[in-house]
């Protein structure tokens, strides 16, 4: 598709945007894959007052991440392992082009709201939370301009498991237990005895 047909297709829910103050949300798959359709696409929904949010992982080139700046109203950005080799592990890639990104998008004083999958045993081991949480104190001790990020805490869900059979891809979660919104209470609690404004789901 071409730029002004998806815009026309984003224009003709432009009153629901105005009646929920929501807006435009580019998600995937990785919508980073596609940065320079995404930077047009960016440009034409603040040229006609739409607000947009970009659904990223953060695994991009900096350079890229800088030039959609400008035209983005919210970045949803997902915040999993904070140990590199446990990232290799279990996403394939390191993190740091992720870290150094959110540091980055933070400085610029974007909105941000950080979203943490809590997979058992995996993101939620006390290692992980309590490195994730000195990372993010020292974010939010940066940022003093702007209101800080929020968080999300996303429980754990096997929705995906048809998806890694028809693909014939390894399922490294496949043992594990769907989590409750209720069962990520503590660690709500926990997070915002720090200080940090926390909500449980999307």
């Given at each position: 598709m071409e730029v002004d047909e998806v815009l026309r297709e984003l224009r003709m829910d432009k009153l629901f945007y105005e009646e929920s103050s929501g807006g435009v949300t580019f998600s995937g798959g990785e919508s980073l894959m596609?940065?320079?359709?995404?930077?047009?696409?960016?440009?034409?929904?603040k040229m006609n007052g739409l607000h947009s949010a970009i659904d990223t992982s953060g695994f991009a080139?900096?350079?890229?991440?800088?030039?959609?700046?400008p035209y983005t109203d919210l970045f949803l950005y997902d915040l999993k392992l904070m140990n590199e080799d446990d990232h290799i592990r279990f996403t394939g890639v390191s993190n740091k082009l992720i870290l150094e990104n959110l540091i980055y998008l933070s400085s610029e004083e974007k909105q941000l709201l950080i979203r943490i999958p809590v997979i058992p045993g995996i993101t939620d081991t006390?290692?992980?939370?309590?490195e994730m949480k000195e990372?993010?104190?020292h974010l939010k001790k940066e940022n003093k301009t702007t209101p800080a990020f929020k968080i999300s805490l996303l429980p754990y869900h096997s929705i995906a498991k048809n998806k890694y059979a028809r693909f014939h891809m390894e399922n490294k979660t496949e043992q594990l237990k769907d989590l409750t919104m209720d069962s990520l209470i503590p660690l709500k609690n926990d997070f915002e005895m720090e200080g940090f404004n926390v909500k449980i789901g999307s």
């Open positions: 596609q940065h320079e359709f995404l930077l047009e696409l960016l440009k034409a929904c080139n900096p350079k890229i991440v800088k030039k959609l700046i006390k290692k992980n939370i309590s990372f993010l104190a």
